[in-house]
Structure formats: C-alpha cells, structure tokens
C-alpha cells in the first residue's frame, strides 16, 4: 500500500487546515487508519486515528477539541480537520495504515506509512 498525504501548508495561529490521504494500490476501506506528526528534533508522536468504519475514534490529548479525524469509504480518503492551530503543531504530518489487531495509539501498530505533508502555523 502506498499513501499520499496532502493539505499541509503555512497558516497563521488560530488557523485550520485539512489533511488528506489517499491511498494508491490497495484501498483503505477494510483498515484502520492513524495520523502521526514529528517535530524537528523531536520523536514521531500520535496525533489522531480511526477505525475501518469510522464509528471508533482516538485522540492525542494535545489535539482533542481541535482536531476532527473521519473517513469516506465511498472516496477511500482519510482527513485530518486541524482547527486553532497553534505554533506548536508545527511538524510534519504522517498517515498510516494500521496491521491488524494493531494498537491504534503506537507506530508500532501501523505497516504502511505516507510521505508526509509540513504543516507550519506561525505566530
């Protein structure tokens, strides 16, 4: 499986924007599926993540209430809705899909990894 993430960009703090990823190759619909994040100089951290139907959802604490994860099957997309950014979500932006009976919450739990989109909000 291949992912393409998109969206990423440079906003101003207090700002939104929304991540996509995409799949090229299998689809997504039957998988679990995360957003991770790494600082530089920082270690990869969870973001957010869902299930393969979309009813179950997870959060990092840093980012509940202002981060919105959700799928389409029928699009086989999965977004990332980042609201009242803030400087410290400044990272680059992973999605990945999860291995079965794989944690949602740990990079370990996830076989397949995007490229990665730059978000950048400023202050």
């Known amino acids: 499986v291949q992912l393409q993430a998109c969206g990423g960009g440079l906003v101003q703090a207090g700002g939104s924007l929304r991540l996509s990823c995409a799949p090229s190759?299998?689809?997504?619909?039957?998988?679990?599926m995360g957003w991770f994040r790494q600082a530089p100089g920082k270690e990869r951290e969870f973001v957010a993540a869902?299930?393969?139907?979309?009813?179950?959802?997870y959060y990092a604490d840093s980012v509940k209430g202002r981060f919105s994860i959700s799928r389409d099957n029928a699009k086989d997309t999965v977004n990332l809705q980042m609201n009242s950014l803030k400087p410290e979500d400044t990272a680059v932006y992973y999605c990945?899909?999860?291995?079965?009976?794989?944690?949602?919450?740990?990079?370990?739990?996830?076989?397949?990894w995007g490229q990665g989109t730059q978000v950048t909000v400023s202050s």
């Open positions: 990945a899909v999860r291995g079965t009976g794989g944690s949602y919450l740990y990079q370990t739990g996830y076989d397949y």
């Open positions: 190759g299998s689809p997504l619909r039957s998988y679990g």
């Open positions: 869902v299930n393969w139907n979309g009813y179950s959802t």
